[in-house]
């Protein structure tokens, strides 16, 4: 599907619970000059597979880079065979390199990123920008030209993401909330075009911020452990594997409470430190 002039998304339908929608690996830039290839999905051959098919649909351009969003499975599985066709340098989060290093078994091959650097294909450039948050190791590209923000997991395009660190996640909204765009590629659900793609980011912020106001209500009632809070919370029918995904948020918010200095904490029960 081609999202905007220099946009192309080899979409696939990988059938994971915690990906609805599916999930997408993004061409960017010009098919007759040069691209660049957004993540290399997960370790199924197949999932690679539709990428090459996708990179020959689009006329086997010259790739000369693929960007890392960050080092979970399902977006560098199969970079070693996509970098090894490719014969192109992987730019990654320098907290990433020695990993990816270690998966090609190249060190020259794997190039640091640095924040706020602007990478340059064909005719257009890519703004890169450190989101910590759901991991410490994550990017995100932002396409000034096309109005696109690339977000990774930071924002999804059919749920919300799972948080490592919930300080540094809030903070990596509202940097992304300040660069204005108008679409937001994500790296799992749907591309979520103009008008609601210039508010989504917003909206998962404010979406977090209502999450810790509910999880503060609940403590007040007298849940005091991240099990009985997201039972308070969440629908009593959720998946088991989305209960794991929603209990980690929650966690993440009541880490977040103790490093603010609104809780204490005792094993794994949260009590109040002040009114």
Not at 73 to 95: A, N, Y
Not at 158 to 169: D, E, F, Q
């Amino acid at each position: 599907m081609r999202v905007s002039e220099n946009i192309y998304n080899m979409h696939i339908d990988d059938g994971a619970p915690s990906h609805p929608g599916g999930s997408n690996n993004f061409f960017v830039g010009d098919p007759k000059k040069e691209m660049v290839l957004i993540d290399t999905g997960d370790y199924q051959r197949e999932w690679t597979k539709s990428i090459l098919d996708y990179y020959t649909d689009l006329g086997s351009p010259r790739i000369i880079g693929i960007l890392i969003t960050h080092g979970h499975s399902d977006h560098i599985g199969g970079l070693d065979r996509l970098q090894e066709k490719f014969k192109c340098p992987v730019f990654c989060h320098p907290e990433l390199s020695g990993k990816l290093k270690m998966l090609l078994g190249d060190q020259e091959a794997v190039k640091n990123l640095s924040h706020f650097q602007k990478l340059s294909v064909a005719d257009i450039e890519l703004q890169v920008l450190f989101t910590p948050g759901h991991e410490i190791d994550h990017v995100c590209y932002y396409l000034k030209s096309d109005s696109v923000m690339f977000t990774g997991d930071s924002v999804l395009g059919a749920s919300s993401t799972s948080v490592r660190h919930l300080s540094s996640y809030l903070s990596s909204l509202k940097l992304i909330a300040s660069y204005p765009h108008e679409t937001v590629c994500p790296a799992h659900g749907p591309v979520v075009p103009p008008p609601r793609g210039s508010g989504l980011v917003e909206w998962q912020l404010n979406h977090r911020l209502k999450r810790e106001e509910q999880i503060l209500d609940v403590l007040r009632k007298g849940f005091s452990t991240a099990s009985t809070i997201t039972s308070e919370i969440y629908p009593r029918d959720l998946s088991d594997n989305l209960r794991f995904t929603a209990q980690r948020n929650v966690e993440t918010h009541l880490e977040k409470l103790v490093e603010d200095d609104v809780l204490s904490q005792e094993e794994s029960v949260y009590y109040f430190t002040g009114s």
